[in-house]
């Protein structure tokens, strides 16, 4: 009797990591595809079309729940809702980005979860000035009829530097 009982804690603490194993593995891509759909706006030489803009919005928006939270710091703004979110993404506010998310941290607990990713964004501004943003997303995550979803997702913009300027502070004359 007593290696029936083992046998089922073994297999129920399994079942436990793998369904935890798989939870890593569905919100790191959900944050990969954001990342992807959030740059797609754009070609090397700008906007993409409204119709794509379009598509490329309803995309990002089904990544969020209903209620999400999408919440891009004084510069960006914050839009609470999907079609808020939608709206958002309709109007892109640069003429080019590529973003990088490292280094996750999720805690994942049943259906939610809350994780950290560090960004780093390649911009080019509407003016054509190419930019370096270095920051933290604080994310909330939803599990919805089996599908991952952004509940929350709050950047903390930890820099914004000119690409030609560098991020350091410029010597003085006599520190060179």
């Given at each position: 009797?007593?290696d029936?009982?083992?046998?089922?804690k073994?297999?129920?603490a399994?079942?436990?990591r793998?369904?935890?194993?798989e939870?890593y593995?569905a919100i790191?891509n959900l944050?990969?595809?954001?990342?992807?759909?959030a740059?797609?706006?754009?070609t090397?030489?700008g906007?993409?079309?409204?119709?794509?803009?379009?598509?490329?919005a309803?995309?990002?928006a089904a990544l969020?729940?209903?209620d999400?939270?999408?919440?891009?710091?004084?510069?960006?703004?914050?839009?609470e809702?999907r079609e808020a979110?939608?709206?958002?993404f309709?109007v892109p506010?640069?003429?080019?980005?590529?973003?990088?998310f490292v280094?996750?941290d999720l805690?994942i607990s049943?259906?939610t979860?809350?994780?950290t990713w560090d960004?780093?964004?390649?911009?080019t501004?509407k003016?054509?000035?190419?930019?370096?943003m270095?920051?933290?997303?604080h994310?909330?995550?939803t599990?919805?009829?089996?599908?991952?979803?952004?509940?929350?997702?709050e950047?903390?913009?930890v820099?914004?530097?000119?690409?030609?300027?560098?991020?350091?502070?410029?010597?003085?004359p006599s520190?060179?």
């Amino acid at each position: 009797m007593s290696d029936t009982i083992d046998l089922a804690k073994r297999i129920g603490a399994l079942e436990a990591r793998l369904a935890d194993a798989e939870a890593y593995r569905a919100i790191t891509n959900l944050k990969s595809r954001y990342g992807a759909l959030a740059d797609s706006r754009y070609t090397r030489d700008g906007l993409r079309s409204s119709a794509e803009l379009s598509r490329i919005a309803d995309e990002v928006a089904a990544l969020f729940t209903e209620d999400g939270v999408w919440d891009g710091g004084s510069g960006l703004g914050r839009c609470e809702g999907r079609e808020a979110i939608r709206e958002r993404f309709l109007v892109p506010t640069l003429r080019f980005s590529w973003h990088f998310f490292v280094k996750p941290d999720l805690e994942i607990s049943g259906g939610t979860a809350r994780g950290t990713w560090d960004v780093l964004a390649l911009m080019t501004t509407k003016e054509g000035r190419a930019m370096w943003m270095v920051g933290v997303e604080h994310d909330e995550y939803t599990r919805v009829d089996g599908t991952w979803l952004h509940s929350r997702m709050e950047l903390d913009a930890v820099l914004v530097a000119p690409h030609d300027r560098g991020w350091a502070p410029r010597p003085e004359p006599s520190d060179v």
